[in-house]
């Protein structure tokens, strides 16, 4: 099984700045990897496929990089609707895993 | 719309059963893979199933292996999760999701495993 490590568990920005959340597979995924924005009580919200490819209706502020085993998203002057929990996955292998989370709070 | 929504879950106990469906509507079902994916209180997303748009292609993850099954019906527009030998820790909201990059979700249904 893959292991994806996102960093850090909660990261503390403040509107308008720049967060970068980041992501670690255990072994490469190539460029099969995902990110999702969960806000509380609902169902998580594709941001990112393919490492950097921006879901359809996804805001030009969030972009993803890296391929093999490190990856980031970025998301550039933070709105206060962007304080919420993202998630990576892998979807290279078998079983599909995602990481811990990483919560966004504001500063 | 396109849409899927999850029914069947609740409050069982330890050892029990619980059968979850999920109707899609507004797309072909057919024609997509189908997954399901559970979050328990507080925690992390947790993929747990998977079966190909004809059904021949499934997968579980190691936690249900042996447990539960996942099927579905393209002529009823439905996908299913039997869940046998419910535990505690099988206490989550279980989604219904389409695709290995899940661009549609449903709301979640709430699976309640205690005595």
């Known amino acids: 099984e893959i292991v994806m490590t996102q960093s850090p568990a909660t990261l503390s920005v403040s509107p308008g700045e720049r967060a970068t959340l980041s992501c670690r597979a255990s072994q490469s995924v190539s460029s099969n990897l995902a990110w999702y924005q969960q806000r509380p009580g609902q169902a998580p919200r594709l941001l990112i496929y393919g490492a950097s490819t921006r879901a359809t209706g996804i805001p030009a502020r969030f972009s993803g990089s890296g391929s093999g085993t490190e990856f980031t998203l970025t998301i550039s002057s933070l709105q206060s609707e962007d304080f919420v929990v993202?998630?990576?996955?892998?979807?290279?292998?078998?079983?599909?895993?995602?990481?811990?989370?990483?919560?966004?709070?504001?500063? | 719309e396109v849409q899927l929504v999850e029914s069947g879950g609740g409050l069982v106990q330890p050892g029990g059963s619980l059968r979850l469906s999920c109707a899609a509507s507004g797309f072909t079902f057919s024609s997509f893979e189908m997954n399901w994916v559970r979050q328990a209180p507080g925690k992390g997303l947790e993929w747990i199933s998977y079966i190909g748009s004809n059904g021949s292609s499934i997968y579980y993850a190691d936690s249900v292996k042996g447990r539960f099954t996942i099927s579905r019906d393209n002529s009823k527009n439905s996908l299913y999760l039997q869940m046998n030998s419910l535990r505690a820790e099988d206490t989550a909201v279980y989604y219904c999701a389409r695709g290995t990059v899940v661009v549609l979700w449903g709301q979640g249904t709430l699976v309640t495993v205690s005595s």
């Open chain 1, 86 to 107: 993202y998630y990576c996955q892998q979807y290279d292998n078998w079983p599909i895993t995602f990481g811990q989370g990483t919560r966004l709070e504001i500063k």
